[in-house]
């Protein structure tokens, strides 16, 4: 069955509306937590505790939290342009038709913004993943794509600033555009995905148990995140080269999607499910810091001599019959140094 205009878009409204809803309940919680559990890590590890406020995970927070909200009240902004200012909403059709309208403009830029944002965070993650193991050539793929996610974004706007009611979006030059997004955005994620899942793998291969869980922890937090922007980009593409209405739908709601994605890699991260490179520090140092640890600890409670006197009891018959309890304390031994 065909998607209206109208009616996909009304369906936008209500969807989003809701899923914005579950990402600013995500986003401050994971803001939260983040910051109190980031705080007590850093100031135990001798940092100052602002130094959070610096993060990458926790400035990206924002900016995807802007983006986000941005595109949202644009959305509503649309719907009662459309239905209320403009025309009397006579004639919502045409408003939603007219790619080249300010808001329309500024609502997909916004959303390549929050594109742009959560991909690279998860091209971050490619050569510090995992620490000890770096390889910064591995980067330069999904660091091409990312460009070229942000090149065709802008190129998409541009396309849009210059539309004209009559053109078929589908087949000029802004369908291409979208199409490339696409592509990029999509070959950045899988890249980064079975990178990063071989890298875990073969570190959880070799390492102890223990070590273990937090390598699956941190696996399933790029992974999952990864995973539902790649369907969802998917979905799109699949909707917008089979030229149905409903890629409308899905496009808007891109973006609080991918808003979700990246909120739920910070709430895991605030809850200690997983640092992710949030507190990036150096084995040596942290080598360093125990040893000085273990002095400073011997320093305060030195070692002592510990004699010990043992008291033994034994049970003996005199001449009369009679039991008799005699105690025979024996010679103080020294056991050496201890506690």
């Known amino acids: 069955m065909a998607v209206s205009l109208i009616s996909a878009n009304l369906a936008t409204i209500s969807i989003e509306s809701f899923l914005y809803g579950v990402f600013v309940m995500l986003y401050t919680s994971s803001v939260y937590f983040l910051v109190q559990r980031g705080q007590r890590k850093l ?38 342009y459309a239905f209320v200012n403009y025309e009397g909403g006579t004639q919502a059709t045409w408003v ?17 913004a929050t594109l742009a944002a959560s991909d690279a965070m998860i091209v971050s993650q490619v050569p510090i993943f995992p620490q000890g193991a770096a390889n910064k050539w591995v ?24 539309f004209t009611m009559g053109e078929y979006v589908y087949a000029d030059y802004a369908g291409r555009w979208v199409t490339a997004d696409c592509i990029f955005t999509f070959l950045t994620n899988v890249y980064c995905s079975l990178l990063i899942s071989w890298r875990v793998w073969r570190s959880r291969s070799r390492a102890k148990p223990l070590r273990n869980n937090s390598a699956l922890g941190a696996l399933a937090i790029i992974v999952e995140s990864a995973a539902i922007q790649t369907v969802w980009n998917l ?31 910070n709430l895991r991260v605030a809850l200690g499910w997983s ?11 942290q080598r360093a ?7 400073t600890f011997s320093q305060q409670f030195p070692m002592q001599p510990l004699s010990v006197t ?4 034994v ?12 105690q025979q304390e024996l010679a103080g031994e020294n056991f050496g140094e201890a506690v």
């Open 43 to 80: 100031i135990s590890l001798g940092l100052p505790a602002k130094s959070i406020y610096k993060a990458p995970m926790f400035v990206v927070a924002h900016i995807i939290f802007c983006t986000v909200t941005g595109h949202w009240i644009l959305t509503v902004y649309r719907l009662f």
């Open 289 to 295: 810091s125990g040893q000085n640890s273990s002095l």
């Open 96 to 112: 939603y038709a007219n790619l080249a309208l300010d808001s329309e403009i500024v609502k997909s830029g916004l959303l390549m």
């Open 235 to 265: 979905i799109f593409f699949v909707l917008f080269q089979v030229r149905s209405n409903a890629q409308f739908i899905a496009i808007d709601l891109w973006s609080p999607m991918s808003g979700i994605a990246f909120m739920l890699i």
């Open 275 to 285: 640092d992710n490179g949030l507190y990036p520090q150096d084995s040596s140092k």
């Open 315 to 326: 049970d003996q018959i005199d001449d009369g019959g009679s039991f008799v309890e005699k």
């Open 139 to 162: 980067a330069i793929p999904p660091l091409i794509t990312w460009l070229g996610l942000i090149a065709n974004g802008i190129g998409v706007c541009l396309q849009f600033a210059e």
């Open 310 to 313: 043992i008291t033994r009891t």
